[in-house]
């Protein structure tokens, strides 16, 4: 610590303050304009000058310099004012006046500081700029003739991001920022850099020219895709989400999100939602009236043997509903496709007792080793990714990747990806627990089952799954050594529709390696387990799960023979997004009555004999839970199209038909109830829920028991080719491909192909290709980079109509043909 | 006090006389208003478009709300009002719209016969006051 006075105020502020900070501290405010609080000083417009006592004679950036012991500083004198006005001249100098037609205008910082300090001529005289505009992309607006070369895109798209796309080019006058051959901008368009752009020079262009900034009404509510729960704060005009707001003040994303949070927003505002309940009359689905529609389906629920199949992308307060719709109607409820969800549970829940994360995210900002499993969690969880890429750049935590091909990631000078062949995570996790084991570095105390889980090792010495998996034994060896010294480590996996197989096996298997590496027992961090949905951890704490009835599977199985009155759907699309496709046709084919409840007509709706038009998370009150327990709130920013209704309303109107006595006034009453009767969520108050959420059970979560569990991996598959499934990182879900920012960047499944196998069957991105399996053949679109090993083809499983849940099935991964054409 | 009283009618008489008479016969004659006289807005035209650029000043600043700009992009992606509306009804003849104009696209002009049958009549819309004289 060390103590300053500024502006004759004391501080005491940590050793690593800068005399910005310290002033922030002390309550005394400094212009700015190139510094951003997560990002490492810079120090390029010198706008931030402040006089030090001690260093006399010249003016100090407050923004780099370290406060030390004893500082005098003096913020504001006449000279700093001359000065700091000075500096305002030379940036305008050759800036373009285009206040009037710049979306920026009313939050530009550059037009703020200019009336702070009344520049209101110039004593200097330049050229101004006259740089054409990159608009090669559909997202961002490049005109960098507003630029003011503060740096800040150029820095966070390094720093944050880790992608790369900016840097200074020329000298003097010339100046400006520019992409790779200043060819314009074609990147992941997370639009980072947008937002910390402090004037107009980039902007969204789907939000060009739309409204003044002071004209949205600014509503913060959490995003709807990932697990991460990023806070957005919606933008809402003329009852539509017109962007998404800058906000890094709340939430746990520190202002990051992700192109689908950023640009995927537009599905809400679609002109074809669905706006009334439809009925299937003569083969016809025909408009019908709420009370019709209804009645159908709770005449259904009551009478008949029911399934319900529900999305997570539902609030937990609609999920606590309809867990009491499908008590009150004896019907079978699960959630999402496969048994993923209901494995990860069941896994987690036999060796630590628990069925979620252990810490919170910030948490793995500082952690020395991180391992990731199965992706690189830049594709599943962006933003969480932009956590691990601070901890491993800024930190210099070693970063460990167990996938089946290479990330963005492996890129990052301490990170390394042990690539193995496809579905044969658990071998690997395996191997390096017996490795850990034999070295005697394990960690066992207190741990129960050490010695049958050590003999059924057996098979998996790590010479022996580095001969199957292509993980080279060293590998194996050192990653347990990292994991075992870690003072503060965390593994990472990420679950979901696409990783239905072995999640059990892949929950178990990592939940060993947390005991054994003590990274379960440890005060921080830990074990990370992140959904696919917004509210996959809710829909989990909720216990939306089969428990005594049938699981999805099995309800679809069920419902293919004929012994299902009803299949009811909601906020899923199985038809696209589950594995295997023909057996969910069967499904909706052979249930008696399917309706779905859904924004769109979906390939599943328009089989469904009553479809329920309902509300998106734009429009909807209540709490998600995120992949780190952290409880936020949703809030409605716009209302719901037509007579369409949200899930809670839907819900309450089904328990009242159904006869069950409910009075629910509203999201906090159901918060209420469900808090009263989920030990977990107890003592939560919903109106005390805080901008940053509430954690339940704290930021760390000591597991309930160390059990190790033997699991067993799979065999290797011996083909030519071997495709893989999983989430792209444009997309999530089947929603985002209604959206038109994730649209803009990839509008149409692909199959991904490694350089080498590309070469050897002479194809080309954009050229035509053959995938067949299991009798079936999807053709698409190739595109070839460096991801992928040989041998191994990538299909993402967003988009409706591709055919892939033909193919795929639910296998970790499956032996294909591909051909040109 | 007959003094007085022939004092007073003597300026009565005096304004009888054509060369003092005050009243106009409206609407036969009409004033000369100042230049500064704010009456009806006009926007002001360039060659092809309107000068308004949308920025959204003048319904920001605007105290009775009564100004509508929708901003659009035109074909050589340029910012243009693609509504512009005021309602006369409720503008109090301020000015500000004009003042805070960044561009000088709005003025107002010297017309005050604004009177008219229907309320409808009183929305004057971008292509209106384009035609202002
Ligand atoms: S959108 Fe994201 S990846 Fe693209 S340049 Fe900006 S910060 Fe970098
Ligand atoms: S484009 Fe924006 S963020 Fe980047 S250097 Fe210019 S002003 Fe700064
Ligand atoms: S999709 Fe996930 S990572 Fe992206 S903004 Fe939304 S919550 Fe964050
Ligand atoms: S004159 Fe005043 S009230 Fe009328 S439109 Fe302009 S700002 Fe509004
Ligand atoms: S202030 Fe001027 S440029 Fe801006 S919207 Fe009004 S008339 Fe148009
Ligand atoms: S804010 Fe300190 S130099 Fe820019």
């Known amino acids: ?821 | 006090m007959f003094k007085e009283f022939i004092q007073g009618l003597s300026i009565t008489l005096k304004h009888l006389s054509p060369k003092h008479i005050t009243t106009v016969q409206y609407p036969r004659v009409r004033l000369q208003v100042s230049d500064r006289f704010r009456g009806l807005h006009r926007l002001v035209p360039t060659q092809d478009r309107e000068k308004c650029v949308a920025c959204y000043l003048c319904p920001t600043v605007c105290p009775a709300k009564c100004i509508t700009v929708e901003s659009a992009e035109n074909e050589k992606g340029e910012k243009y009002p693609k509504v512009y509306q005021i309602d006369m009804l409720r503008c109090i003849f301020c000015g500000y719209c004009v003042e805070a104009c960044p561009v000088e696209a709005i003025e107002m002009s010297g017309q005050y016969e604004l009177a008219n049958y229907k309320r409808e009549q009183f929305i004057f819309d971008k292509k209106r006051l384009l035609e202002t004289k």
């Open chain 1, 1 to 821: 610590m060390v103590n300053l006075t500024i502006d004759g105020k004391q501080v005491t502020v940590s050793k690593t303050a800068t005399i910005y900070e310290a002033a922030k501290e002390a309550g005394v405010d400094i212009p700015v304009l190139c510094y951003a609080k997560k990002l490492l000083p810079f120090g390029a417009c010198r706008v931030c000058l402040v006089e030090v006592e001690q260093m006399k004679g010249r003016l100090i950036p407050a923004c780099t310099t370290p406060a030390t012991e004893g500082m005098v500083v003096t913020t504001n004198s006449d000279e700093i004012a001359k000065v700091r006005k000075t500096v305002m001249e030379f940036l305008l100098v050759n800036h373009v006046l285009d206040c009037p037609v710049c979306d920026k205008g009313g939050e530009c910082d550059l037009q703020d500081l200019t009336y702070d300090f009344e520049v209101n001529s110039n004593r200097f005289e330049g050229v101004k700029f006259d740089l054409p505009t990159d608009e090669v992309n559909p997202l961002i607006e490049r005109n960098m003739n507003r630029c003011v070369l503060c740096g800040r895109c150029v820095r966070v798209c390094d720093e944050i991001v880790a992608y790369g796309s900016y840097s200074f080019i020329n000298r003097g006058f010339e100046t400006k920022i520019a992409t790779a051959f200043d060819r314009g901008l074609s990147c992941e368009f997370c639009g980072q850099c947008l937002s910390m752009c402090p004037v107009g020079a980039l902007l969204p262009r789907p939000f060009k020219f739309k409204a003044r900034p002071w004209q949205l009404k600014e509503v913060d509510s959490v995003c709807g895709y990932c697990g991460n729960g990023c806070t957005v704060t919606l933008g809402c005009k003329d009852n539509q989400v017109q962007t998404i707001r800058f906000n890094d003040k709340i939430g746990v994303n520190d202002g990051n999100l992700c192109v689908r949070g950023r640009f995927g927003y537009s599905y809400v505002n679609r002109d074809d939602r669905l706006t009334t309940p439809l009925v299937r009359k003569d083969g016809q689905l025909v408009e019908a009236s709420w009370d019709e529609a209804l009645d159908a389906v709770s005449s259904a629920l009551k009478d008949g043997k029911a399934g319900i199949l529900s999305g997570a992308r539902l609030t937990n307060e609609e999920l606590f509903l309809l867990k009491n719709v499908a008590k009150t109607a004896s019907a079978s409820l699960d959630h999402s496709g496969g048994e993923c969800y209901k494995g990860v549970t069941e896994g987690l829940q036999e060796t630590l007792g628990l069925a979620s994360s252990t810490g919170t995210f910030p948490q793995v900002e500082d952690a020395d080793v991180i391992l990731s499993i199965r992706s690189d969690f830049y594709e599943t969880h962006p933003v969480f990714g932009m956590v691990v890429n601070q901890a491993v750049k800024r930190n210099g935590a070693k970063f460990l990747v167990l996938s089946d091909k290479t990330g963005k990631f492996n890129k990052l000078p301490d990170a390394q990806t042990l690539l193995t062949k496809p579905g044969l995570e658990v071998n690997v996790l395996n191997a390096i627990c017996a490795a850990l084991l034999e070295s005697g570095q394990a960690k066992t105390d207190g741990v129960s089952g050490v010695d049958e889980f050590k003999s059924a090792l057996a098979d998996y010495a790590p010479a022996k799954v580095s001969a199957q998996t292509g993980v080279p034994v060293e590998a194996i060896t050192a990653a347990a050594e990292q994991l075992a010294g870690a003072k503060k480590g965390a593994i990472l996996l990420a679950y979901g529709l696409p990783y239905t197989a072995q999640s059990k096996e892949l929950a178990i298997a990592a939940a060993n390696l947390a005991i054994l590496s003590g990274l379960a027992a440890q005060d921080e961090a830990g074990l990370y387990i992140c959904g696919e949905k917004a509210n996959s951890q809710g829909a989990i704490d909720l216990g939306i799960l089969p428990g005594d009835g049938l699981g999805a599977q099995e309800q679809l199985a069920a419902a293919a023979k004929g012994d299902l009155d009803l299949l009811y759907v909601i906020g899923e699309d199985p038809m696209t997004s589950y594995p295997d496709g023909a057996k969910v046709e069967a499904a909706i084919n052979g249930a008696k009555m399917v309706v779905v409840q859904d924004l769109f007509l979906t390939p599943t709706a328009e089989q469904a004999d009553v479809v329920l038009p309902a509300a998106s998370f734009a429009e909807k009150d209540g709490t998600f839970t995120n992949a780190e327990r952290r409880i936020q709130r949703v809030r409605p920013g716009i209302t719901s199209p037509g007579e369409a209704k949200s899930d809670f309303e839907i819900f309450t109107s089904l328990l009242g038909r159904l006869g069950a006595q409910v009075s629910y006034t509203g999201p906090q009453a159901v918060f209420a109830a469900l808090a009263a009767e989920n030990g977990e969520y107890a003592g939560i108050d919903f109106d005390a829920i805080g901008p940053q959420g509430v954690v339940w059970g704290g930021d760390k979560l000591a597991p309930k028991q160390q059990v190790l569990v033997s699991v067993s991996g799979l065999q290797p598959v011996e083909a030519r080719f071997q495709l893989v499934t999983g989430s792209a990182l444009y997309h999530s879900g089947t929603t985002s491909t209604r959206a038109k920012g994730p649209r803009a960047v990839i509008d149409e499944a692909y199959v991904e192909l490694g350089r080498e196998d590309a070469a050897e069957l002479g194809v080309a991105t954009d050229d035509q290709v053959t995938v067949k399996a299991n009798g079936n053949t999807v053709k698409l679109k190739a595109k070839v980079d460096n991801r992928l090993p040989k041998g191994v083809v990538f299909v993402p499983n967003h988009f409706a109509g591709t055919g892939l849940n033909k193919i795929y099935q639910g296998a970790a991964s499956v032996a294909v043909e591909v051909t040109k054409g």
